[in-house]
């Protein structure tokens, strides 16, 4: 599913075409996403005055307040002109002025689209969600700080996004992998040291994954309809029983929280 830099290419890719444009009306083609999908009135007109990226949601912030996106399993926005034929998949389009349209695909209707009149933080799915680990908020200290005493596996504390958001299954794999460190190890028995270690290759992995434009393993496109090439450099992620890169022993799996897992037992710890 589309993670943390995935999101953040999108934000990147369709961010400049539609900030200072307005809202001039949608076109509903399949309502049963995850949630049902209502629009309401009161957006029609309203400017797009920023498009940031919050956990793996894209916001649309408006004057009156924003409109808030998930891309689920296997959603994907990008600009196309109006009059663009729709496919199968495409099941919103939103309307601006000058002939521009937002495009939502999703082949598999696990993500959302909701709007929010006021402040958009305080949206309830938005409520209650962790640090961003690309700030200064996220390092060492931090993780060390909400690990303790805990026998949760670091892997699944990764991704607990009331703790830190955005690190999906593919970049938990990969920066356990960089900084050494087992994915079932518990949280609790990891050192202020290793975790200072664990938390830059948390930032090194998605920084490079934003620069490749995300890890496209199925249906992923950025907002320009291109794949993300990301999926070139994973290390562990996808290649269980292949030979380490490092060090050449054969990789293992595992599954955590019904996810799978890989890692290296020689050059993991």
């Known amino acids: 599913m ?18 200072t444009r307005r809202i001039t009306g949608w076109t509903i083609r399949e309502s049963r996403l995850r949630w049902p999908v209502h629009l309401p009135e009161v957006m029609r007109g309203e400017r797009v005055v920023q498009v940031l990226r919050r956990a793996k949601y894209l916001v649309f912030v408006t004057q009156s307040g924003a409109m808030i996106v998930h891309l689920g399993m296997s959603g994907s926005l990008r600009i196309v002109r109006r009059g663009a034929p729709a496919g199968r998949h495409d099941h919103l389009d939103v309307e601006f002025d000058h002939e521009v349209l937002l495009r939502l695909t999703d082949p598999r209707r696990f993500g959302s689209v909701h709007y929010h009149v006021g ?13 961003e680990p690309l700030t200064r908020d996220f390092d060492g ?9 805990r026998k949760l596996a670091i892997k699944q504390l990764l991704m607990d996004g009331r703790v830190v958001v955005g690190v999906g299954n593919i970049y938990a794999n990969e920066a356990l992998f960089r900084a050494g460190i087992r994915p079932r190890l518990a949280a609790g028995r990891i050192s202020r040291k290793r975790y200072d270690l664990l938390a830059e290759a948390v930032r090194e992995v998605l920084a490079a994954a934003i620069a ?7 249906d992923f496109v950025d907002g320009s ?15 269980e029983r292949q030979p380490c890169l490092v060090c050449g022993t054969q ?6 929280g019904q996810r799978a897992t890989v890692y290296c037992p020689n050059c993991q710890r």
């Open 2 to 19: 589309p993670e943390l830099p995935e999101v953040e290419t999108t934000v990147r890719g369709v961010g400049p075409s539609l900030v």
């Open 119 to 131: 402040d958009w933080r305080e949206h309830w799915l938005l409520e209650g969600l962790g640090v």
């Open 141 to 149: 200290r931090f993780l060390h700080g909400v690990a303790r005493r």
């Open 212 to 218: 490749d434009g995300g890890t496209t393993l199925r």
């Open 225 to 239: 309809g291109q794949p993300g090439y990301f999926t070139n450099s994973l290390c562990v992620y996808g290649r």
């Open 251 to 256: 990789l293992k799996g595992v599954r955590l």
